[in-house]
């Protein structure tokens, strides 16, 4: 019985301790705050921290996949007979390998800069054809370039030019293999320009000079004295801003470089990410919840209004800078950073793009789950764990006073391309993350466990107590009457049978 109430006692006054304990905890967030404030000592681009590493050589493998649109009908569209119809060949894919070089600390160690060297190699087994074999009709570019620099130039100007454009056989359509389109071929018109001009270039390529290149010296902010700045770009190529665009606000560099972001996301963030591609930022919105291996995060993608234009966008009304010619939703002229050449960009098959643009080609078919661009963040670690950039390329294609070529030519925005670049976490970093997240996750629930074990034990030690009241004795004894046995002496005959009264305890 003494062990009993010993027993209830202890569970008593240890399971109300727990629950005190627990409950002042949670209330708190003592747990919570301790780990928070761990994360983000570690989340940092500073030399020695755990994150630093991957983000100077990241382990997940980068994909680069080209899909090229291929124009079956060019004389036909070139004479206004129809609009152009076209088929997508694709993908090419390309492993890109993007390791930081130059990395160095600057602004007394709070900032640090680097370069990101892009490596693209074939892969084969994940292409459609081979690029050196396959052919692909397009818009030759470079002469589209050359006519849309002599705008205003005066009718006489472009006619000569024109007349020397056909001489050498200059067209507005050209067939090459994709290896060629992509990564450059020698252009008889660049090859004359070169005479006139010697810093011309007599070789074109989209992606002309682009292996083992980068955009130039991006300066970060570590994030070891506000964790919300981990990743946020502080100056490109020496500047705080671009000067492309009409405005200020046009022309500010905000947010990473989408290759990571600081730690602890919410649903209600407005996610901004800088790329040279597009010569602006962008932002993003939260979409929904995903998993992937395991992981939670939230997926975050660029909205309509990203690209709308300045009248549906107030915000993008600097990225118009020609009046009277501004675009409609979903697509931006960038040529003011393409050496003028009428470079416009769009997401691919014109997603979230004005219908008009949709209608105006055959063979275009925008379609969410293949043309999104999309990032998947784990919210406690801010790291990506899946992601998709798609953009697509685009000529604008116009009629040019002087040059009969472009006489039937009606403001068409043609698609040249569409790219997907992707990355999904490799399987050791997601073992990694799924460890970490556990242990954050314990660590945060210390108190909620506190308070169970409270719970559970003042529970033992009531019910302890309502078995030790039930059995306690009694302070009373009864009594009891037993017969005693006759004895056979004389005595016993003399006095007969007695009743003797004992007390018997009643245990």
């Not at 997940?60 to 124009?71: A, Q, S, W």
């Not at 079956?72 to 119809?85: Q, S």
Request: with cysteine.
């Amino acid at each position: 019985m003494r062990k009993e109430s010993c027993c209830m006692f202890t569970s008593g006054v240890i399971g109300a301790v727990l629950l005190i304990m627990g409950t002042g905890l949670f209330v708190s967030g003592l747990f919570q705050t301790l780990i928070h404030n761990k994360l983000k000592g570690e989340i940092t681009l500073t030399e020695g921290s755990k994150i630093f590493g991957t983000w100077k050589n990241p382990p997940p493998p980068v994909y680069m996949e080209f899909f090229i649109f291929n124009l079956t009908n060019p004389d036909e569209f070139l004479e206004g007979k129809a609009k152009p119809h076209v088929t997508t060949m694709g993908p090419y894919t390309y492993r890109e390998f993007r390791p930081k070089h130059n990395v160095s600390f600057v602004h007394n160690g709070t900032k640090v800069a680097a370069y990101t060297a892009k490596i693209f190699v074939f892969e084969p087994e994940k292409s459609v054809g081979d690029p050196n074999v396959d052919l692909v009709t397009t818009v030759n570019i470079p002469a589209v370039a050359v006519i849309n620099r002599l705008k205003g130039a005066g009718f006489w100007v472009s006619s000569g030019i024109s007349m020397h454009m056909g001489s050498i056989g200059t067209k507005m359509f050209m067939t090459h293999t994709v290896q060629e389109l992509l990564w450059g071929f020698k252009d008889p018109l660049l090859t004359r320009l070169k005479t006139i001009r010697p810093e011309t270039d007599e070789y074109f390529g989209l992606m002309l000079h682009k292996n083992g290149s980068d955009d130039g010296e991006f300066v970060y902010h570590t994030g070891e004295q506000n964790y919300l700045d981990f990743g946020r770009i502080y100056t490109w190529k020496g500047e705080k801003m671009v000067s492309f665009w009409k405005t200020n606000q046009s022309n500010m560099i905000n947010g990473t470089d989408g290759s990571s972001f600081h730690p602890f996301l919410t649903k209600e963030e407005r996610l901004n990410v800088f790329t040279p591609d597009h010569c602006r930022s962008i932002h993003m919105r939260f979409e929904k919840e995903v998993e992937l291996k395991g992981i939670p995060a939230y997926r975050f993608t660029p909205p309509r209004d990203t690209l709308a234009s300045g009248k549906n966008n107030p915000e993008n009304e600097g990225f118009c800078v020609t009046p009277n010619k501004c675009l409609d939703d979903g697509v931006l002229d960038v040529s003011v950073c393409r050496n003028g050449a009428p470079v416009v960009i769009s997401f691919p098959h014109f997603y979230l793009a004005d219908e008009k643009y949709v209608q105006a080609i055959d063979g275009i078919s925008p379609v969410h789950e293949h043309h999104q661009t999309f990032l998947d963040l784990n919210p406690t670690m801010g790291v990506p764990v899946r992601a998709m950039k798609r953009t697509q390329f685009n000529i604008q294609l116009e009629r040019v006073s002087g040059f009969p070529l472009t006489r039937n030519l009606n403001n068409t925005i043609f698609p040249i391309l569409f790219l997907n670049e992707s990355v999904v976490i490799d399987d050791a970093s997601a073992a990694r993350i799924q460890k970490l997240l556990l242990i954050v996750t314990l660590v945060s629930h210390i108190p909620l466990i506190l308070v169970s074990l409270g719970v559970i034990l003042v529970l033992v030690s009531i019910i302890l107590a309502i078995r030790f009241y039930q059995n306690k004795p009694s302070a009373k004894k009864d009594t009891s009457f037993a017969p005693v046995s006759a004895k056979v002496n004389d005595q016993d005959e003399k006095n007969g049978t007695y009743i003797g009264m004992t007390p018997v305890d009643k245990s």
